[in-house]
């Protein structure tokens, strides 16, 4: 039983060991790689002469905040005052859209806001929470909607028991 253990931790170790070796190898050659990149970036395949705004589809700065038809473009947002302080301070945790689709009142916001702050670490808007507020609640007001519209062309059934 003894050798049958020991020779179980001999094929482990040997397993580890070459796995060791490996990662080594690995992290070796990504060093030298970098090093050789670094020394002499002039022969590496990352040189270009266009502008980083061509190789990667990043929006160009005059198109970053463009306002078509009364909507902010790369948000959805109307455009209306306090959009830009919603913009600034909303959409870097959530996508405009879930902002948009929590249609609230005044007090609702105001609690979900603090609720923010006391739990998802969200800073002290300080001027700016009434102005988004204001906006929210401007832009995109509760709906008011009754009970559920009746069915209609309904095929009902009978239950079997």
Known sequence: MKKQNHDKLKRDFQELYRKTILASAVIAIGGIALVYFIVDPSLSAFKTNKPITEIVDV???EDYDKIENG???RTGFIDAPGMMETVQNCTNCHSSKLVMQNRMNE???KSTIKWMQETQNL???GENESVIINYLVTNYPPKKVGR???LANVEWYQLEE
């Open 148 to 150: 559920r519209a009746a």
């Open 123 to 125: 800073w002290d808007l």
């Open 107 to 109: 007090e609702r916001w």
């Open 71 to 73: 909507i902010h473009v």
């Open 59 to 61: 929006p160009v700065e």
